[in-house]
Structure formats: C-alpha cells, structure tokens
C-alpha cells in the first residue's frame, strides 16, 4: 500500500464512533428487557422465543412507521429526546389495533456523517418508548452515508413485532350499536407536519417563538411526543368487549376509523363529544384549514378510537380512565358505510 492510501474514515464513515454508540446505548436496550428476549445487542440477527413471552399459539404481527417531517423540527431545534418515543409509538400504536402485544423492535438510524451524542439521544428515547409500551429494543442499524444527508441532518425508521394467541385477531364482530370511545391524544403526535410546517411558516414564526396556543417554545410545543396507549389497550381488550381499535394517524378519523368497520357499517361521530385542543385551533385558525380537511388530516385531539360492545362500554371506559387516559364516548356504529358528522370541532 503507498504512502497517500486511504481510509475508510477518510471517506466518511468512522467506525470507531459506530462502535462507541453501540457501547453507549447497551445499557438503554439493556433496560427493555422482557421474557423472550434470548442474546443481547452485537449480533448479525436477535433472536426472541414468543413461548418463553407467554404465548401457547402465536401469530405473530408486524408493524413498520417512521416519524414524518416532525423531524425536521427536531433537528432544527435541537431537541432529539422525544423522537425516539413518537417512532416507538407509530408502530407499537397500530400492532395493538391488531390485538397484538409488542414484543420487540428494531430502528434504522441513517445520517451523513455520525454524532455519537445525537445518535445516543435519540436511540435512548427509543429504548425509554419501548420500556413503556413493553416491548424489548433487540437490534438496529446505524447507517452512515456521506454524501445522503445534509450536516446534521438523519432519518429514523421503526420495525416493531407482537404477537397474538391465535384466534384472537382484532377487529372481530364489530355491529351496529357498537359504542365508539376516543382516547385523548397528546397533541399532534406524527402526522400532518408537512402542512403543520406551512402553516407555521405562513404565520412568519420561528420555532423559538411563543408558541401561540402553549406556555412553550412553539418547536418545543409541537414536539409534545406520541402517546403510548398500548398497556391501557391491552388491559381493555383482556377484560373484554373491545371489537376493534382504530389509530388515528395520517387520514385523521375520517380515513382510520373505517378500517376497522364492516363494508356495510359507517359510525356517528358526535365532534361536541370533547374538546377541541388549542394547538388544532390555532392550525385551523391561522391555516385557514376547514373541519373536513382537519379531520382528515390530523387526530383532532383523539389519538385512539375503540369500538366496544354497547353492554360493555361503561366498565372498559372506566378501565381506561383507572389505566390514566381520559376516555370520551363520542358516537356510535351504525348501518350504512361513511362516517357521518354532527357538532362542531372546537
């Protein structure tokens, strides 16, 4: 090899500080740990044994999501602590709709260039987003690629797995009649930031500015991160009476709440039922966004909706309340495909 050869670091990519963040975040994955869990992160596979979680006949469910252009606020304010859970929670969210409980999950970190510190940050809030939702953080990848991403900038996608005893899939039986209980969202959660960023940007603010709806930062604000609602709809569906489970994420409730509905059964959808958050009617007010549009676009300050048995609505809803969400009965399952509106969001 000559003198003036090159490295693999000389290119770009330094491996020593790949090494470093594995050896930084072990003891965070450490803490996830759960029954089924058989090896630790360093692998080229993990492996988890769903017999030694509890489950006689599984099936198991596969569920895989990102966190949109929330990111890009993120970066640009610098606080990285919450994403890791909104990534968590995009996935996890929509295993427990199946009826399944999450077992594992794998994220995918790819940047131009590799800080050890922001890469920590970041896979920490993964690991404290699994630990709430249960689930064991087993693997991951931390890709990097000069040249693929401006200074600074990475991107972050989630691959979660759960399973299911089978003959337990949800949605199963949903009728008309059925109750519809909305489980209160944190705010926007991960979807509608592409027009949430116009919106701000129409308004000629900067993420450092009051938040006009909030005693926050606006970036800060809106960085409010994904709810977990996977113990509480786990705890709903093992006591009974839960049809399906629907979460509202891009679409809104206008194009969620009807995949869980038989082709021939639409829902009434009383928008009185609850309240309106600020940071929905600032996007409405200043956006001049119309409800159709906000309602297909963003959770509406319901991030969870359940259908449920009309005999068994009032013990899951006081369930929920006892498991610390705050439950709105906000209409019911009715003949007929759509979803139907009466009241007014605010």
């Not at 960023?197 to 994904?226: E, I, M, S, Y």
Request: with cysteine.
């Amino acid at each position: 090899m000559t003198s003036n050869g090159i490295s693999y670091r000389d290119a770009g990519v330094d491996i020593d500080a790949g090494n470093a963040l594995v050896e930084r975040i072990k003891p965070a994955a450490a803490a996830t740990a759960r029954p089924g869990v058989m090896d630790a992160l360093g692998g080229f596979g993990a492996l988890f044994d769903p017999k030694a979680a509890g489950f006689d006949d599984p099936v198991l469910v596969a569920a895989t999501d990102g966190v949109g252009t929330k990111l890009r606020i993120a970066i640009d304010t610098g606080h990285l602590d919450g994403i890791g859970q909104d990534l968590v929670a995009m996935c996890v969210n929509d295993l427990v709709c199946q009826g399944a409980e999450p077992l594992f999950f794998l994220d995918y970190f790819a940047t131009g260039k590799l800080s050890v510190d922001q890469g920590a940050r970041v896979i920490e809030g993964i690991a404290r987003g699994c630990k709430d939702a249960g689930c064991a953080l087993i693997g991951g990848e931390t890709a990097e690629m000069p040249g693929m991403y401006r200074d600074g900038d990475f991107d972050l996608a989630g691959f979660a797995v759960g399973a299911m005893q089978r003959g337990s899939a949800l949605p199963h039986g949903v009728e008309s009649g059925d109750v519809l209980l909305g489980l209160e969202s944190d705010g926007v959660h991960s979807n509608g930031f592409s027009l949430v960023r116009k919106v701000v940007h129409r308004a000629g603010l900067g993420w450092n500015d009051p938040a006009p709806f909030a005693d926050a930062a606006l970036g800060r604000a809106l960085l409010t991160p994904t709810r977990l609602y996977v113990r509480p709809a786990l705890a709903a569906i093992r006591a009974g009476g839960v049809r399906g489970l629907a979460h509202i994420t891009g679409g809104g409730i206008t194009e969620n709440l009807p995949r869980i509905l038989p082709g021939d059964l639409g829902a009434d959808i009383d928008l009185d039922a609850w309240t309106l958050p600020p940071v929905f009617g600032w996007l409405a007010q200043e956006g001049g966004i119309g409800q159709a549009e906000m309602l297909k676009t963003f959770n509406s300050g319901l991030g969870m909706i359940l259908t449920v048995a009309a005999d068994r609505a009032g013990a899951v809803a006081g369930l929920l309340t006892a498991e610390g969400e705050t439950v709105h009965r906000i209409g019911q399952v009715t003949p007929g495909a759509g979803i139907r509106y009466s009241g007014t969001l605010g």
